[in-house]
């Protein structure tokens, strides 16, 4: 299953180091909720461990970490994440477009995540997968900026955690507008919300 | 309704309400299903599942597996490639992997076999298994599967060049054109019949026994039909030495089949390899999302249906072209003349010479399938699909539905009638049956009411199908499966003491034949049905049949019963003219005995007869009382039903309640009516399932998201309304007890009567149709979509 | 559908529980009815290395009423609410919520505790308590301590439980005169997760005044949730069908809910503002009755 988020949001700092901190693996794995780096394949591709804990949930995928597209002049980028669950039971795949855009000291950043899900967790998990990628995109967002500010990411923030959940009640006042969640699950409803389009 | 009994209530044969015998063991839970069977030194399988719907198989590592203590081997498609295993025919001649070696086809498909002493460390070991996919875009839409651009699947089949599997028409497509060109209202809508599973309690598995020092493989299988099955497994599995003498085919128990334990999965090859190569017993079980996920689906059928008429409402012509998603292989386990079954019954109750019939099947990625879900071969399908067209067709020129179906139905005296398509329907009395259901629901009051309701804005529906059945495959001349003609067999063994065993080549899966089949017997040979004990789904001693579904046993091996025992009641008729010292013409029969015409007191039981079949027989005639019957039927039976549903739409949220639902059957001579109301309670259950609640549902990346009964939606009591069932009965003119069969009926039936209500009760809001399942967030949206919420 | 291998613990008190939880630390789980951690373990999805069977310890299987508070055992089964005199007579909102709850054999197992402390938003119980202001006591190796049930649920699967925490009872301020509440859910069959549901606690006075009010939610909104805003809409008004009419529009509007296999976002909050003014009509009936 597919799910598609839209998110637009302001970084206090210059586009210069937005975009430096985003060519940086490391940095970005950082920002990601349970992904360690473990190896570099090549200068755009990178192997890393990625664990996902939800309450009594586990699960570790082998992660590759892809640079897909990199164009500073445009100053787009396009990170692709892709994780193969260790024990066989399906893939996890998070396209991440990202396009910076200064204005006056602060960075605006648009952004597209598009996950795939595969396997058994698409099967059982479908009433969760659209909001935990919610979460794990606003705790991305909320730890790139710590780190960009300077600052440690707690231990706490590199696990999805239920602060970042909670913060979510209010949803549909902040991010509404910007954010558009929409699940595919059928033919015949993708045919009908394409004819709503 | 009154059933009028030739027999005593002592002997018990035909009309008599016994109850089940084989509930004694079910209720006690000593029943003896597959998952019961245990065998000294018995070891588990468990399957590796491809998580992916299309994607190429790198590589396969079963070295942690096999590291793992108590795991025996890990079997992979290369493995059985070794023994020209790897691939086996499906019932329709096509292919279907039993483990893949290069390419994963759908979701779930078996990948690799471990097994091991136990089932938990099997399921360990499965976790354990590497294997490294290189996934495809799969082709999930079969809308899609036929565009240029589409990947062929099918790479295995050398020159194939596309996804189409094979092109199915009947009728005459010129004259129907013409019908429709000149008629004063054509109505057209496409009906899609999605995708979905018979998800019976039970799923499927096998105990493979293979003893190397007799070279005797025993399977204990949940199958409906063990003797095809046992063919087959010979056929595929011959050159390795399992000739079909060796082989002992056992069917226990089972907890439902539904169709969906005819098809051969790969499951059951594995194992009987496994046992074949390890030398010891192998239980193989599938879980639940198993057998959601891969076993053989029904349904799927997107048919795009028309309908000539005149102003007046007089059908004249009905069109239908359909595409049929068959995922990776065409699994269907219909006879080999019909690939899209018995569909040309789609032209329905009515009377009408004109129409055309048209199916194409794709290949998609998804499992294989095309089940005769509790039908007779696609008859779901058509039956809705006309019983849906010739309500939107009431609806266009404004004539109540049920006035337009009295006006068009085929009048009694019509039957032996033949139908536009070809079939020829044996009997029946389709004004009656509505009649009867019209009364037994209130029909004027219910339309009264109606018109109260929508004056308050009250959403309240009236839906009516009258649907016609085609079932019993089936006569030799058309009907075999892999060339196996489609008779049936009873065998009769009648006892000294005159207590009997008799076997069949059906199987029955919760059907009652332990109950009915007795009492066929009873009826004919006046031996108690409880002194007569029913077997079968042993291949070692029952006659050989094709096995139970379509609605068949009745119409076949309930017909060799009646043979068999008729041709024993004439051994004991001579017995009695021997006996007695009288010619046979002076005797008399009635249930039970034989006596002297005018004289009655000169009398010899049955139970006497069959005694001196075995120690006073006349000169010259063979000892013993037994007779086996192979039953060839002339024509298949043709089950009829009107049935009324009555729902209430709340106009707020879009819920569906179903206030009413009447059934009334035609079913011919009815053998238990006991069992026939039990039959048609679950068969409505099952109709109400996909008009209302069950689909499977793929993602556009081959993911199935409701796998599991968490999101898979299988009605329960709570869900189903109080059933009303009642009968007309016109007896089959060609069936030795004019029975006809009427397992399916009621899930044939109950979607187009419920969907019928449903698009009546929202009419007022212009609506024509609505696709199933009908739920309330389908219902709600079309409440928004007319602003009637907000 | 075979779980991964586990050491079994039986606790028969408290303290033993927690000297298990402590030995095995973050590998444990505690197991009361089972009925939301064994699917889970089946499907593989959580594999403890420990599971702490708790559901033996006596003495926290209750429902009754102690100085003004209704005081309900954790262990106690759905069934047990489903068929309490007490709940039939003051609490029906508690003989709602059970009775949707799965099915019988489910409800013979399933504990209210669990039901709460495994803090998933489709479960039913957290709306209801949300609605009736309970207060969650909990106790660990280092003794009770009571969570307001506003500060209980944290997250996906995730409540203000510490690590080794059992929640052991669960407080409801005593029903009183004019004070009514109901529960009801939308669901796609028997068993299934709510589609949307909610839960009322209303009390009025004589005028139809409400004098206090608690609307809970079940499965729109990624944590059980509270509408403030339709509590402060009601309370200290007069009720009206206008002003429930407002109630549930708000309910609507301040959900979360996410578009799943049930349907989609605009839906769940059409049937949640719907079904939001049912459930207060229905608790305004009740409310009334008790006058």
């Known amino acids: 299953m597919k799910v598609s988020i839209d998110k637009n949001f302001e970084i206090a700092q210059p586009v210069s180091k937005v975009w430096e901190y985003l060519l940086d693996p490391y940095k970005v794995a950082e920002c990601v909720p349970g992904v360690k780096l473990t190896e570099k394949i090549s200068e755009t591709e990178y192997k890393g461990d990625v664990g996902l804990k939800l309450g009594p949930v586990n699960a570790s995928f082998n992660g590759v970490i892809t640079y897909a597209k990199v164009d500073e002049v445009a100053r787009e980028i396009h990170l692709v994440g892709k994780g193969v669950d260790k024990k066989g039971k399906g893939s996890v795949e998070m396209a991440l477009e990202m396009k910076l855009q200064e204005s006056g000291n602060v960075t605006m950043v648009n952004t597209t995540m598009n996950v795939t899900v595969i396997g058994v967790m698409a099967q059982f998990g479908s009433r969760l997968i659209s909001d935990v990628s919610d979460h794990i995109f606003k705790q991305f967002v909320?730890?790139?900026?710590?780190?960009?500010?300077?600052?440690?990411?707690?231990?706490?923030?590199?696990?999805?955690?239920?602060?970042?959940?909670?913060?979510?009640?209010?949803?549909?006042?902040?991010?509404?507008?910007?954010?558009?969640?929409?699940?595919?699950?059928?033919?015949?409803?993708?045919?009908?919300?394409?004819?709503?389009e | 309704m009154e059933?009028?009994?030739?027999?005593?209530?002592?002997?018990?044969?035909?009309?008599?309400?016994?109850?089940?015998?084989?509930?004694?063991?079910?209720?006690?839970?000593?029943?003896?299903?597959?998952?019961?069977?245990?065998?000294?030194?018995?070891?588990?399988?468990?399957?590796?599942?491809?998580?992916?719907?299309?994607?190429?198989i790198k590589s396969i590592n079963t070295e942690k597996a096999l590291a793992i203590d108590g795991v025996i081997t890990v079997i992979t498609g290369k493995d059985l490639e070794e023994h020209n295993l790897h691939w086996m025919p499906t019932f329709l001649s096509d292919t279907q992997m039993v483990l893949p070696t290069d390419t994963v086809m759908y979701q779930a498909q078996e990948v690799a076999c471990v097994i091991a002493t136990s089932r938990y460390i099997a399921a360990d070991a499965v976790e354990a298994v590497e294997v490294d996919y290189e996934p495809m875009k799969p082709v999930m839409d079969p809308h899609k599967a036929l565009d240029p651009d589409a990947p062929v699947l099918r790479t295995d089949k050398e020159g194939k060049k596309d996804n189409h599997i094979y092109h199915w028409e009947n009728g005459d497509r010129e004259k129907t054109e013409?019908?429709?060109?000149?008629?004063?209202?054509?109505?057209?809508?496409?009906?899609?019949?999605?995708?979905?599973?018979?998800?019976?309690?039970?799923?499927?598995?096998?105990?493979?026994?293979?003893?190397?020092?007799?070279?005797?493989?025993?399977?204990?299988?949940?199958?409906?039909?063990?003797?095809?099955?046992?063919?087959?497994?010979a056929l595929v599995a011959g050159h390795v030495g399992l000739s079909e003498e060796r082989i002992r085919i056992i069917s226990p128990d089972l907890g439902g089949g539904f169709g969906g334990k005819v098809p051969i999965y790969p499951g059951y090859i594995v194992a009987i390899t496994a046992t074949f190569l390890i030398g010891k017993p192998v239980k193989w079980i599938e879980d639940r999302t198993e057998n959601l996920q891969a076993d053989s689906f029904a349904r799927d059928y997107d048919m795009t249906c028309e309908l000539a008429a005149t102003k007046e409402g007089k059908i004249q012509a009905f069109r239908i072209k359909t595409l049929a998603d068959m995922g990776y292989t065409d699994g269907s386990a219909n006879p080999s003349k019909y690939p899209a079954g018995m569909f040309s019954i789609c032209t329905g109750s009515y009377d009408y010479s004109t129409a055309f019939a048209e199916v194409d099947a794709v290949y998609t990625n998804k499992p294989p399938g095309g089940i005769a879900y509790r039908c007779s071969f696609r008859v779901t399908e058509a039956a809705h699909a006309i019983e849906r067209m010739v309500d939107i067709l009431a609806q266009k020129i404004g004539k109540d539905p049920a006035e337009l179906r009295m006006e068009n139905f085929i009048k009694k005296d019509q039957f032996p009638y033949k139908s536009a398509l070809g079939w020829e329907y044996d009997s029946g009395d389709y004004h009656a049956g509505l009649e009867k259901a019209m009364n037994m629901i209130g029909y004027d009051e219910l339309r009264k009411e109606q018109v109260e309701k929508r004056a308050k804005g009250e959403y309240m529906g009236i839906g009516i199908c009258t649907f016609t059945e085609i079932v019993g495959a089936g006569p030799s001349k058309d009907f075999d499966i892999l060339g196996l003609k489609m008779f049936d067999s009873a065998e009769i063994r009648v006892h000294p003491t005159g207590k009997a065993i008799a076997r069949f080549g059906t199987k029955s899966q919760g059907q009652g034949h332990e109950t009915t089949y007795a009492q066929i017997i009873a009826e004919e040979l006046g031996i108690p049905a409880e002194h007569i004990t029913i077997e079968e789904g042993?291949?070692?001693?029952?006659?050989?049949?094709?096995?139970?579904?379509?609605?068949?046993?009745?119409?076949?091996?309930?017909?060799?019963?009646?043979?068999?025992?008729?041709?024993?009641?004439?051994?004991?008729?001579?017995?009695?003219a021997y006996l007695l010292e009288v010619?046979?013409?002076?005797?008399?029969?009635?249930?039970?005995?034989?006596?002297?015409?005018?004289?009655?007191?000169?009398?010899?039981?049955?139970?006497?007869?069959?005694?001196?079949?075995?120690?006073?027989?006349?000169?010259?005639?063979?000892?013993?009382?037994?007779?086996?019957?192979?039953?060839?039927?002339?024509?298949?039976?043709?089950?009829?039903?009107?049935?009324?549903?009555?729902?209430?739409?709340?106009?707020?949220?879009?819920?569906?309640?179903?206030?009413?639902?009447?059934?009334?059957?035609?079913?011919?001579?009815?053998?238990?009516?006991?069992?026939?109301?039990?039959?048609?309670?679950?068969?409505?259950?099952?109709?109400?399932?996909?008009?209302m609640y069950e689909e499977l549902i793929y993602d556009?990346?081959?993911?199935?998201?409701?796998?599991?009964?968490?999101?898979?939606?299988?009605?329960?009591?709570?869900?189903?309304?109080?059933?009303?069932?009642?009968?007309?009965?016109?007896?089959?003119?060609?069936?030795?007890?004019?029975?006809?069969?009427?397992?399916?009926?009621?899930?044939?039936?109950?979607?187009?009567?419920?969907?019928?209500?449903?698009?009546?009760?929202?009419?007022?809001?212009?609506?024509?149709?609505?696709?199933i399942p009908v739920t309330p967030y389908k219902v709600w949206k079309i409440l928004k979509e007319k602003g009637v919420v907000d | 559908m075979i779980p991964a291998s586990f050491d079994y613990h039986r606790a028969s008190t408290l303290q033993e529980a927690f000297t298990f939880a402590q030995e095995y630390g973050e590998d444990a789980k505690y197991l009361a009815g089972g009925h939301s951690l064994i699917p889970m373990m089946k499907l593989r999805f959580s594999e403890p290395a420990h599971i702490i069977d708790i559901s033996r310890i006596q003495g926290l299987k209750y429902i009754k009423e102690e100085d003004g508070i209704l005081k309900i055992g954790a262990l106690t089964t759905e069934a047990d609410l489903e068929f309490s005199d007490l709940c039939h007579d003051k609490y029906p909102i508690l003989v709602d919520v059970s009775k949707l709850i799965g099915d019988p054999s489910v409800r013979n197992k399933a504990t209210v505790g669990g039901n709460l402390a495994h803090g998933d938003a489709a479960n039913d119980h957290p709306a209801v308590m949300l609605a009736l202001k309970a207060n969650i006591v909990a106790e660990g190796p280092n003794g009770t301590h009571n969570i307001p049930v506003d500060e209980f649920f944290k997250g996906f699967f995730e409540t203000a439980l510490e690590q080794h925490d059992i929640l052991i009872e669960i407080q409801i301020p005593a029903t009183k005169a004019g004070n009514g509440g109901a529960y009801n859910k939308i669901e796609r069959k028997v068993g299934d997760y709510a589609t949307s549901g909610v839960a009322v606690n209303l009390t009025v006075d004589t005028s139809d005044t409400v004098v206090d009010i608690g609307i809970g939610l079940t499965n729109v909104n990624p944590v059980p949730m509270r509408v403030s805003r339709a509590e402060e809409a009601l309370k200290g008004n007069k009720l009206t069908q206008e002003l429930i009419e407002k109630a549930g529009k708000i309910a609507g509007e301040d959900c979360s809910p996410t578009a799943d296999l049930r349907g989609s976002e605009d839906y769940k909050r059409s049937i949640t503002k719907e079904l939001t003014i049912r459930t207060i009509n229905k608790a305004w009936e009740r409310a009334k009755a008790s006058l």
């Open chain 2, 583 to 691: 010619s046979e013409e002076d005797l008399e029969w009635e249930p039970g005995k034989f006596s002297v015409k005018g004289a009655p007191e000169k009398s010899k039981t049955i139970q006497e007869l069959v005694f001196a079949a075995y120690t006073n027989y006349p000169p010259g005639m063979e000892g013993g009382f037994e007779a086996v019957h192979y039953y060839d039927p002339p024509n298949l039976t043709f089950p009829s039903g009107a049935y009324i549903c009555v729902v209430d739409i709340d106009g707020k949220t879009g819920a569906i309640k179903v206030r009413r639902f009447v059934a009334i059957d035609d079913c011919g001579n009815i053998i238990n009516p006991m069992i026939v109301q039990g039959q048609i309670h679950g068969g409505l259950t099952q109709g109400i399932a996909p008009a």
């Open chain 2, 538 to 576: 042993d291949t070692d001693t029952a006659p050989y049949g094709l096995g139970t579904y379509a609605s068949r046993s009745i119409a076949t091996a309930g017909a060799a019963a009646a043979i068999a025992a008729r041709k024993l009641r004439d051994k004991a008729r001579k017995i009695a």
């Open chain 2, 178 to 233: 013409e019908v429709f060109k000149n008629a004063d209202v054509v109505v057209k809508e496409q009906i899609y019949l999605p995708r979905i599973h018979v998800a019976s309690i039970e799923t499927c598995g096998c105990v493979a026994d293979y003893q190397t020092a007799t070279k005797k493989m025993t399977v204990y299988m949940t199958t409906q039909a063990p003797h095809a099955v046992r063919t087959v497994v």
């Open chain 1, 142 to 196: 909320e730890n790139f900026q710590t780190l960009l500010a300077g600052k440690e990411i707690d231990d706490q923030d590199k696990q999805i955690h239920g602060g970042a959940v909670a913060g979510t009640v209010v949803k549909s006042i902040t991010s509404k507008l910007t954010s558009g969640v929409k699940n595919i699950f059928s033919k015949k409803d993708k045919k009908e919300e394409n004819e709503n």
């Open chain 2, 700 to 771: 556009d990346e081959g993911n199935i998201l409701n796998g599991s009964f968490m999101d898979y939606l299988v009605p329960t009591a709570v869900e189903s309304p109080k059933w009303e069932t009642d009968h007309v009965v016109t007896p089959s003119p060609h069936h030795p007890l004019g029975a006809k069969g009427v397992a399916e009926s009621p899930t044939v039936g109950a979607p187009p009567a419920i969907v019928n209500a449903i698009v009546d009760a929202l009419s007022p809001l212009g609506v024509t149709h609505v696709e």
């Open chain 2, 3 to 56: 059933f009028t009994c030739k027999t005593s209530k002592e002997i018990g044969g035909m009309g008599h309400s016994l109850k089940r015998r084989e509930d004694d063991r079910f209720i006690q839970g000593k029943g003896n299903y597959v998952d019961d069977v245990k065998l000294p030194g018995m070891l588990y399988m468990d399957i590796v599942r491809s998580p992916y719907a299309y994607a190429k």
